[in-house]
């Protein structure tokens, strides 16, 4: 999906996000690297951007 358009809110905690759309956030960097491999096809770790984070928004809006 495109995240162009996409305005992350503030107050926005992706750890909250991850655990809400089902990953297990005990490991934070952990669940980061699971979920980029799984959504993004991005194996590069557990590392925290702008992209990954309003994707996660996206897919935790979806959730709710």
């Known amino acids: 999906d495109d995240t162009t358009g996409v305005q992350i809110p503030d107050n926005f905690d992706y750890l909250m996000g991850l655990r809400i759309i089902g ?9 980061v ?13 557990g590392t925290m951007n ?3 984070r309003k994707v996660i928004y996206m897919l935790y809006r979806r959730y709710q």
């Not at 990953?23 to 669940?31: E, G, L, N, T, W």
Request: charged share 20%; glycine share 4%.
């Open 23 to 31: 990953y297990d956030i005990s490991a934070p960097a952990s669940a």
């Open 33 to 45: 690297a699971a979920f980029k491999r799984h959504f993004m096809k991005d194996n590069s770790g």
């Open 50 to 52: 702008a992209v990954v």
